[in-house]
């Protein structure tokens, strides 16, 4: 009758000349009735891994001193407060830190370190520092 011929001319006719492309049905993936009842049955109220997060949250304000001794107890600074020079110097470090120090350090050898803020690194604390530790590691250093 008619010879064999390949199927390379006849795809690229179909594909070429009459703009016709291979279609195969596919399945998608839906859940059915069935397969929806079938997952609430597997589903495990503990398995969800959310984090709530909330917005402009409240935050504490704290200062504390730690040593190789030990620990000074914390002062929590009320809702609102500015931290200046006059408060550090009075709540912190006068009402907080020399009462408290005697506790770590009976000999009075002791060295006070702090970050560079503001408040720590004023002229008036600096000062303040000279007088009253006996020894410190300064804005400058």
């Known amino acids: 009758m008619g010879e064999d011929i390949d199927n390379r001319p006849i795809r690229r006719i179909l594909q070429i000349d009459l703009g016709l492309k291979p279609y195969r049905k ?3 993936h839906g859940l059915s ?5 079938a997952r609430l049955k597997r589903y495990i109220p503990e398995n ?3 984090v709530q997060r909330f917005q402009h949250s409240g935050s504490t304000m704290v200062w504390g001193a730690v040593s190789y001794n030990g620990k000074i107890t914390l002062k929590f600074i009320e809702e609102g407060v500015k931290i200046n020079t006059k408060h550090y110097q009075n709540e912190m470090l ?7 120090i005697s506790t770590l350090y009976s000999d009075n050898q002791w060295i006070f370190q702090q970050d560079s803020a503001p408040a720590h690194k004023a002229k008036s604390t600096q000062q ?3 007088d009253n530790c006996p020894d410190f590691i300064s804005s400058e250093e």
């Open 48 to 50: 969800i891994r959310t």
């Open 33 to 37: 009735a069935k397969e929806t009842v």
């Open 128 to 130: 303040w520092l000279v």
């Open 94 to 100: 006068r009402s907080t830190l020399m009462p408290n």
């Open 26 to 28: 596919r399945k998608l």
